[in-house]
């Protein structure tokens, strides 16, 4: 069967609405200009690898405060069962985190996204924000499609960004993880208008 492939901003773009709700205004899938070559390559506070991505999991990071999110994604058959938990792994750099899923049916004529989980505090984290908890989602498939993780924050960190593992199952196996997005920007942007980032 031929998987079909949606552009990470419209992913984002159609996430915003329900992402970080009530702090965001004026959300697009523009992308962030001057961001990080690869998975976690602003803020990391650790030098390694930064994750085994075919094994299911994924560690990055995430600036605080700044409307950003990370985008994974997977594929699913239709009737499957998927769990995802972000979870934070540094006490200086735990953050709170939260989590969309999104599915991309190849039977649809354009891209019409259905959000069809969301997590946020359904577990404790294995470091503590300042407030609120780490998100689980388990949900069934109703459908077959590439699932897209957006994970965001909501500006309530220890440190300048939030440090997480993703794990992310298929009928109870590691699902093969694709970075779409590093620090991909929520909040619009003139177009052609240079942006300063640290």
């Known amino acids: 069967m031929a998987r079909s492939y949606t552009p990470p901003n419209a992913v984002v773009a159609a996430a915003c609405g329900a992402l970080l709700l ?20 602003s803020y990391v506070p650790y030098e390694g690898d930064p994750g085994d991505w075919q094994g299911g999991e994924a560690v990055a990071s995430i600036p605080c405060g700044q409307g950003l999110v990370d985008i994974w994604s997977f594929w699913v058959d239709a009737g499957q069962a998927v769990v995802v938990t972000v979870d934070t792994i540094d006490a200086d750099w735990a953050f709170d985190p939260t989590l969309i899923l999104m599915i991309d049916d190849p039977g649809q004529s354009g891209f019409e996204p259905d959000i069809f989980a969301e997590g946020d505090d359904e577990m404790e984290c294995s470091f503590a924000p ?8 388990e949900v069934t498939t109703s459908g077959s499609g ?4 957006v994970i965001g924050e909501k500006g309530v960190c220890v440190g300048p960004g939030g440090l997480y593992r993703m794990i ?8 093969p993880l694709t970075i779409e997005e590093d ?16």
């Open 22 to 41: 009530g702090l965001m205004a004026g959300c697009t899938g523009a992308p962030r200009s001057g961001s990080g070559s690869g998975p976690g390559s």
């Open 183 to 198: 620090d991909n920007s929520l909040f619009g942007e003139d177009e052609g208008e240079e942006e300063d980032h640290p």
């Open 146 to 149: 590439v699932v897209y993780t």
């Open 130 to 137: 300042p407030s609120g908890a780490c998100p689980r989602v």
């Open 168 to 175: 992310a199952e298929v009928d109870g196996s590691p699902a």
